[in-house]
T-cell receptor, first 115, second 113 residues
Framework: AQKITQTQPGMFVQEKEAVTLDCTYD???????LFWYKQPSSGEMIFLIY??????QNATEGRYSLNFQKARKSANLVISASQLGDSAMYFC????????????FGGGTRVLVKP | DAGVTQSPTHLIKTRGQQVTLRCSPK?????VSWYQQALGQGPQFIFQ???????QRGNFPDRFSGHQFPNYSSELNVNALLLGDSALYLC????????????FGSGTRLTVV
């Protein structure tokens, strides 16, 4: 079965510092996409960043960047200059072209930003 | 531009009852997917609707069923509720094939007592 693993259940980070959230995935499909979502206590999944398996460059979106290491099957999220509002659950997810239009999620990492 | 709207936000049901959750997709989106998120876990895919038909289904029993209407809105029905059905139910809309990504609603928190 295709799987997404997030090994860090929870992390503390000091405000204004950078934090890296780990994500590894398992697939033999050549075409897939990797997503990161933020879920605050309100419950809504907020899209942060996307990386396609054929993308040559690592994705960046403002303070978010994705460290994509295809050979290692990892897609770590880096949040720079953390803000108090970054405190939330973060989920890594994968979409495989062969599996249609569904997302497979990891178990999530809770981030708490300290002032 | 309204995002994905889900209703109700919370509800409490008794074991054995039936429940219907509703979702209005983001304007311009034609595909609706439903996910179940148990407490402390990542969301699990239930099923997806496109052109008023179920296109994909995850590993959920037949007690879980759905519908999509001509205006692309969708319902999730769960029959014979179990305590284990207590979860946050998320709706996500997209264009077919997931082009341009997925937009999630804030979910419906279902508690079965």
């Amino acid at each position: 079965a295709q799987k997404i693993t997030q090994t860090q259940p929870g992390m503390f980070v000091q405000e204004k510092e950078a934090v890296t959230l780990d994500c590894t995935y398992d697939t033999s499909d050549p075409s897939y996409g990797l997503f990161w979502y933020k879920q605050p206590s309100s419950g809504e999944m907020i899209f942060l960043i996307y990386q396609g398996s054929y993308d040559q460059q690592n994705a960046t979106e403002g303070r978010y960047s994705l460290n994509f290491q295809k050979a290692r099957k990892s897609a770590n999220l880096v949040i720079s200059a953390s803000q108090l509002g970054d405190s939330a659950m973060y989920f890594c997810a994968m979409k495989r072209e062969a599996a249609g239009n569904k997302l497979t999620f990891g178990g999530g990492t809770r981030v708490l930003v300290k002032p | 531009d309204a995002g994905v709207t889900q209703s109700p936000t919370h509800l409490i049901k008794t074991r054995g009852q039936q429940v219907t959750l509703r979702c209005s997709p983001k304007s311009g989106h034609d595909t609706v997917s439903w996910y179940q998120q148990a407490l402390g876990q990542g969301p699990q895919f239930i099923f997806q609707y496109y052109e008023e038909e179920e296109r994909q289904r995850g590993n959920f029993p037949d007690r879980f069923s759905g519908h999509q209407f001509p205006n692309y809105s969708s319902e999730l029905n769960v029959n014979a509720l179990l305590l284990g059905d207590s979860a946050l139910y998320l709706c996500a809309s997209s264009l077919v094939g997931g082009r341009d990504g997925y937009t999630f609603g804030s979910g419906t928190r279902l508690t079965v007592v």
